[in-house]
């Protein structure tokens, strides 16, 4: 007779949703066999997988050290909007943000403490509740680091990171984080691009300027200024600053005239790759 671990139980768990005493006699029913406990327990219609349910809402959190040389942002995935805006998901997310504070080298997915927690809010719910993405940044050498959390409807939407170097305030922060939750940067230098997204991008504005009866070598010249303009609107330092009001001018600029450097940003959108 093979042995049931705690393990495999935990395992039936996250993918059942069923408490413990009925996943351990699914498996021991089933010689041990997770996959054979769970079709068996389909057969005799156990509602057996909340998680095959699509976790498409969701809620995320960002946090920042005290002394503001690290910063977190964690994503818990649910099936519902009524579900991410509760207590239950956002005291998991400062709970995890936490750890990671406490602990940057941690694997919140290998976390044992969190995934009982996730089970146990997913038993609660009838939902898949999930742990999303995670992000941790450093402030470095002479850096610090802040979050931004763009929050909507009740629930956190949007979670930036930031590492910078040099004279910084609260406000800074708070409108460069605003800035990068609002204007979605792709990256932060042309450089930082990837290169298939740059090649497809100038392979468009190429065959725009032929068809409209341009000859190559023309066309090769007016995809050239086509691609400034898109790294205008999706590079981060050549992006124009959100906030005219405040500096009118690029990202880049405005981070010159407050002698700040960037040198790391963290995007999370609930919804977005």
Same mark, same amino acid.
């Given at each position: 007779?093979?042995?049931?671990?705690?393990?495999?139980?935990?395992?039936?768990?996250?993918?059942?949703?069923?408490?413990?005493?009925?996943?351990?006699?699914?498996?021991?029913?089933?010689?041990?066999?997770?996959?054979?406990?769970?079709?068996?327990?389909?057969?005799?219609?156990?509602?057996?997988?909340?998680?095959?349910?699509?976790?498409?809402?969701?809620?995320?959190?960002?946090?920042?050290?005290?002394?503001?040389?690290?910063?977190?942002?964690?994503?818990?995935?649910?099936?519902?909007?009524?579900?991410?805006?509760?207590?239950?998901?956002?005291?998991?997310?400062?709970?995890?943000?936490?750890?990671?504070?406490? =602990?940057?080298?941690?694997?919140?997915?290998? =976390?044992?403490?969190?995934?009982?927690?996730?089970?146990?809010?997913?038993?609660?719910?009838?939902?898949?509740?999930?742990?999303?993405?995670?992000?941790?940044?450093?402030?470095?050498?002479?850096?610090?680091?802040?979050?931004?959390?763009?929050?909507?409807?009740?629930?956190?939407?949007?979670?930036?990171?930031?590492?910078?170097?040099?004279?910084?305030?609260?406000?800074?922060?708070?409108?460069?984080?605003?800035?990068?939750?609002?204007?979605?940067?792709?990256?932060?230098?042309?450089?930082?691009?990837?290169?298939?997204?740059?090649?497809?991008?100038?392979?468009?504005?190429?065959?725009?300027?032929?068809?409209?009866?341009?000859?190559?070598?023309?066309?090769?010249?007016?995809?050239?200024?086509?691609?400034?303009?898109?790294?205008?609107?999706?590079?981060?330092? =050549?992006?124009?600053?959100?906030?005219?009001?405040?500096?009118?001018?690029?990202?880049?600029?405005?981070?010159?005239?407050?002698?700040?450097?960037?040198?790391?940003?963290?995007?999370?959108?609930?919804?977005?790759?």
């Amino acid at each position: 007779m093979a042995t049931i671990t705690a393990a495999l139980v935990n395992e039936l768990r996250a993918k059942t949703g069923l408490g413990m005493m009925e996943c351990k006699k699914a498996l021991v029913e089933a010689d041990g066999d997770i996959g054979k406990a769970y079709e068996n327990l389909r057969k005799k219609g156990v509602k057996t997988s909340v998680l095959e349910r699509a976790a498409a809402e969701g809620r995320v959190f960002a946090a920042t050290s005290a002394d503001k040389k690290t910063s977190a942002a964690v994503e818990i995935n649910c099936n519902t909007d009524f579900t991410a805006k509760s207590d239950l998901v956002l005291n998991i997310l400062e709970k995890a943000a936490h750890k990671l504070l406490h =602990d940057p080298s941690l694997s919140l997915s290998n =976390d044992a403490e969190l995934k009982q927690e996730l089970i146990a809010a997913s038993q609660q719910t009838g939902e898949n509740v999930m742990l999303g993405r995670t992000a941790v940044v450093g402030g470095g050498s002479g850096g610090v680091t802040g979050s931004y959390l763009y929050s909507t409807s009740g629930k956190g939407k949007i979670a930036v990171l930031l590492s910078i170097a040099g004279p910084h305030s609260d406000e800074v922060i708070s409108h460069l984080g605003m800035h990068i939750a609002a204007a979605r940067p792709l990256a932060m230098t042309r450089g930082e691009v990837a290169p298939e997204i740059v090649a497809k991008e100038k392979e468009i504005a190429v065959e725009q300027a032929k068809a409209s009866g341009k000859p190559q070598a023309i066309a090769e010249k007016i995809a050239e200024g086509k691609m400034n303009a898109f790294y205008a609107e999706r590079v981060l330092l =050549d992006q124009e600053f959100i906030k005219a009001d405040s500096f009118k001018g690029t990202v880049s600029a405005m981070l010159k005239a407050k002698g700040v450097t960037l040198r790391r940003f963290v995007r999370i959108e609930v919804g977005q790759q």
